[in-house]
């Protein structure tokens, strides 16, 4: 068996720790606002769908808004997790769940394994004019 794909590696691991895991997505209007609008390659219910039928997931909430902070507040999570590949001073919500005595927890990705990049992978390559 093969590496398993960062994202559920993140979740099981995440969820074998905690005593339930909930899991904000974006709707395909906050992904299209913030990586454009060629994105999301999959509809938000098809996304959802994934994540929901994955063991270690409790909850999907969909969020309409850029930042899932309104939902980190409804929600108060003891921890909050992210991807490693942001700082955590910006993490949304950080300060929120660290003021009530949570932890921010930042999580390595596995390389080649976000969409943007498998995208770039998928484009074809230019030749050089002329050649």
Same mark, same amino acid.
């Given at each position: ?15 074998r ?17 913030? $990586? !454009? ?6 509809? &938000?219910?098809g =996304?959802?769908? #994934?994540? /929901? %039928?994955?063991?270690? +997931? ?9 930042t ?13 997790? $992210? !991807? ?6 910006? &993490?949304?919500? =950080?300060?929120? #769940?660290? /003021? %009530?005595?949570?932890? +921010? ?24 004019? !002329?050649?």
């Open positions: 068996m093969g590496r398993r794909h960062g994202r559920v590696a993140t979740l099981s691991s995440t969820r720790a905690r005593d339930r895991l909930v899991v904000g997505l974006n709707s395909d209007a906050s992904t299209r606002r913030l $990586k !454009g609008k060629t994105r999301p390659i999959n509809p &938000v219910e =996304r959802a769908e #994934v994540l /929901a %039928a994955l063991e270690a +997931v409790d909850l999907v909430v969909v969020f309409e808004e850029d899932p902070l309104e939902l980190i507040k409804r929600v108060q999570p003891a921890v909050l997790v $992210k !991807g490693g590949d942001y700082k955590r001073e910006e &993490v949304v919500g =950080r300060e929120f #769940v660290e /003021a %009530a005595g949570g932890e +921010v927890i930042l999580v390595e990705p596995v390389p080649g394994h976000s969409t943007t990049a498998i995208v770039k992978r998928a484009q074809p390559v230019k030749e050089p004019a !002329g050649e």
